[in-house]
């Protein structure tokens, strides 16, 4: 018999706290899932510990592939899923015991939805919560997506159907938004359901990869992002005009990064620029402004 939840956990080089995070996950009060384990492609002993952990619950399946990025992995766990619903999960973070059963009882109440999320707390290394975002309470999670990725990957479930007519990007280039690009191609197409409960830990550490990210590694990100949404006929249709905003400030974004490493002055201005031409009303925004004050 199928789980009703499958959770695709993609690992590179996480051997140690790869143990942590499975037996947090295992402590689930609604114990109908598999987990799925994706080595992509390790170089220390993170796939010999998946292994081994797997002989300790039958829920637990392995897989490995070459090195691919996060959002390969994911795709590739996700073709061996099982489950009715998807979570993609980190390695490096904590799971709540309510993280399923909250889910579930969402779903027995609204029926069997696209797409759903809940929250979550940004947490140390020993688990004490330093923060919790802030979510939008005055618009829909699709509108707020245009805005700023207030999802961290572990908080959304998608339906399996729905998550298989979806995959991420496979693109390095892309490392690092593979999730919001995702995030705004779903919230094209359905509406984001959203759960008001806390139910996982984000472990907020110098190497996660929104903290190790360079100027330049920035600007082919965003520059792919822009036109993965401006090719996306749904992502078109459903935002209109506001997609020239949407464009502006991942442009502003690039020339924030340029300025404050206080050397590559000609592609701020040069970003500056391609911000206004898509947006001029960039110009009063407050990433434009502060590129413009590190220029000085």
């Known amino acids: 018999m199928s789980p009703y939840f499958s959770i695709v956990v993609p690992c590179y080089n996480r051997h140690e706290i790869l143990p942590a995070t499975v037996a947090a996950i295992l402590q689930q009060q609604d114990g109908d899932f598999e987990l799925l384990l994706v080595d992509d492609g390790s170089q220390d002993q993170t796939l010999a ?7 300790c619950d039958a829920r637990i399946r392995v897989f490995t592939q070459p090195n691919a990025e996060r959002g390969a992995a994911r795709n590739y766990g996700l073709h061996q899923a099982r489950g009715r619903y998807v979570n993609y999960f980190d390695c490096d973070d904590k799971m709540y015991p309510h993280h399923l059963r909250v889910i579930r009882e969402f779903l027995a109440r609204n029926g069997e939805v696209e797409l759903l999320h809940t929250e979550y707390d940004v947490i140390t290394a020993d688990g004490k919560v330093v923060g919790r975002p802030a979510y939008p309470l005055r618009v829909s999670t699709s509108e707020a997506l245009l805005h700023d990725n207030f999802l961290a990957c572990n908080t959304v479930f998608v339906r ?26 779903l919230a094209s197409q359905y509406s984001f359901h959203y759960i008001a409960a806390r139910t996982f830990g984000l472990c907020e550490h110098a190497g996660r990869s ?14 792919r992002f822009i036109e993965l949404v401006e090719s996306n006929a749904a992502f078109v249709q459903r935002y209109g ?13 690039i020339t924030l990064t340029f300025a404050l490493t206080k050397r590559r002055r000609l592609d701020t201005l040069r970003y500056l620029l391609k911000a206004l031409r898509a947006d001029p009303t960039v110009l009063w925004r407050r990433r434009f402004l502060a590129s413009l004050k590190h220029l000085i």
């Not at 998946?50 to 002989?55: K, M, S, T, V």
Request: aromatic share 12%; hydrophobic share 50%; proline share 2%.
């Open 210 to 223: 929104l903290n190790t990210i360079g100027a330049e590694a920035v600007r082919l990100r965003d520059e």
């Open 241 to 253: 005009c506001r997609v020239a905003y949407f464009v502006a400030n991942r442009y502003t974004f």
């Open 160 to 185: 399996h159907d729905i998550a298989l007519a979806n995959p991420f990007v496979e693109d390095r280039c892309l490392a690092s938004a593979e999730d919001w690009e995702l995030w705004l191609r």
């Open 49 to 55: 510990v998946a292994q081994e952990l797997a002989l």
